[in-house]
């Protein structure tokens, strides 16, 4: 057999690494697929998912603005009136308000982002890939965000990316990889379209979060992938902007102390720190709405005393070992939410290393095999709800859709 000499050896070396790049650069299945790495909130025990964006001030300064993603915020780009009045400095748009769980903030819609080089900080793409960063919208809402303590402290975040930019995307969610590090990944409709581009992006965010990914299911995310179906949210208002608004999944509840159970529809909403239910549905599955522990939680702008319960067990994929006791379930006082919103927290996805929303086959999934802090502890955990959601019966109260 012929020995190459060093030189030549390097010269194939280098042919065979440009042949590489070349297919990959010819290959339409790695495009336009974002992921971007999450950082901790003001608040560093917030697990519900901020980004950094960099938004250049009135004098050309490059400045942080640290953003939640909020998946059941029909908004596309919030900034809070602090961060623009005191750093950015933005002008323009008009008097305009959202409406919500909290009751109508009144906002500046429209402000200007034009010439601040608006861009998503921390953002991992294929390599082929020419497009480096998600494309932010060229205006944005100002709102009031809250303070917290006496005196104030910061808000958790600076702005809020909410579900009307996420919805430009084929797929939305957060994943973890093998080291626990936090990444929200967006992929475009261009790159999902067919079953042959979704499976080469999902399989292209696995082999990017695992040096070993887990076993692959047949459209390429983890084998043991649940799905559930959702649905737009309707308005409930005339008003052109509403927080609570991207996609409604529906969920069986249990109260475990009683037995009483109901299925009814959820707002998956990224943007709340708890799992919140309406006084209504409280009252449908037997828990008192007076006399409970209160929880200090931020929502649609504003810092509300929300009542919670304990008891409270709740199964998304209607399989009984799907289900999930969480620590604390919020009750929504009935003036706080005329519209009987129920929600779906980030306590709730955060249980799951990989979760998301397909905007075109209109389905939640989540995977529990992307591996998890204490995840003995969550199995446990779960085992009371477990028990009496396999006593599910047939004739099941349901409020809301039917699912």
Known sequence: ????????????????????????????????????????GHDPMDIRPFIDLKIKDDKGAVKNVKTLIDTGAGVNLLIGKAKSDSELKLTGGTAGMIVGVGGTVAITTGASLAGRDASVDKVTVPMAQATKTPALPGTVDIVPLPNRGTPATPAPGEGTIGSVFLNNFAVQGGVRNAMGKGFFQLIARDQYDTPEKAKAANEFVLSFLFPTPPPKGPDGRPADTKTKPVT??????????????????????????????????????????????SESLASLLG?????????????????????FVTTVALDVFDTADSADLLPKVGIIPTAYNPYDINILGSDFLSRYGYWGIDTIANEFFASASVPLPNTLALCCIGMAGLWVLRRKPRNAMRTGFKV
């Open 232 to 277: 737009p949210t309707p308005k409930k208002t005339s008003n052109p902007q509403e927080f609570d608004n991207g996609w409604d999944i529906g969920v069986l509840l249990a109260n475990i102390g009683t037995g009483s159970m109901a299925n009814t529809s959820f707002v998956i909403e990224s943007g709340s720190e708890l799992t919140l239910i």
């Open 1 to 40: 057999m012929k020995t190459l000499t060093p030189q030549k050896q390097s010269i194939a070396c280098l042919r065979l690494l440009m042949g590489f790049l070349l297919v990959l650069l010819a290959t339409p299945a790695v495009a336009n697929i974002f992921l971007i790495e999450t950082v901790p």
């Open 287 to 307: 828990l008192p709405t007076s006399g409970l522990p209160t929880e200090l939680i931020d929502i649609n702008g504003a810092e509300l005393a929300i009542p």
